[in-house]
Nanobody, 128 residues
Framework: QVQLVESGGGLVQAGGSLRLSCAAS????????MGWFRQAPGKEREFVAA????????EYADSVKGRFTISRDNAKNTVYLQMNSLKPEDTAVYYC?????????????????????WGQGTQVTVSS
């Protein structure tokens, strides 16, 4: 099993920045591709960003491209989401996810149902 714990959420004004962290523990060799998803009140969970095991391949939702950056430090078993130029519509609970299957060092996935482990989420609130 793998446990994922997110941190770094909070309240920020529009235009501000936050950095989310997701620390993995347990059978961390089972964390391959990793991703961030978010869910706003009354809405479905949506893809935000994904990163391959190597960290060299990334993908972003159109709504966050150019503003968010996903990265990972495998030595620390941690994935990050740097969020800049935040907007009120970024307000949501942000979830970290990990895929236990290894499909290659450059593989990532944008589909929530492909991920096997999920964190408990961290709230991000952007005020206007």
């Amino acid at each position: 099993q793998v446990q994922l714990v997110e941190s770094g959420g909070g309240l920020v004004q529009a235009g501000g920045s936050l950095r989310l962290s997701c620390a993995a523990s347990g059978r961390t060799f089972s964390t391959n591709a990793m991703g961030w998803f978010r869910q706003a009140p009354g809405k479905e969970r949506e893809f935000v960003a994904a990163v391959s095991w190597s960290g060299k391949s990334t993908e972003y939702a159109d709504s966050v491209k150019g503003r968010f950056t996903i990265s990972r430090d495998n030595a620390k078993n941690t994935v990050y989401l740097q969020m800049n130029s935040l907007k009120p519509e970024d307000t949501a609970v942000y979830y970290c996810a990990a895929d236990r299957n290894f499909y290659g060092a450059s593989y990532y996935d944008t589909r929530a149902d492909e991920y096997d482990y999920w964190g408990q989420g961290t709230q991000v609130t952007v005020s206007s």
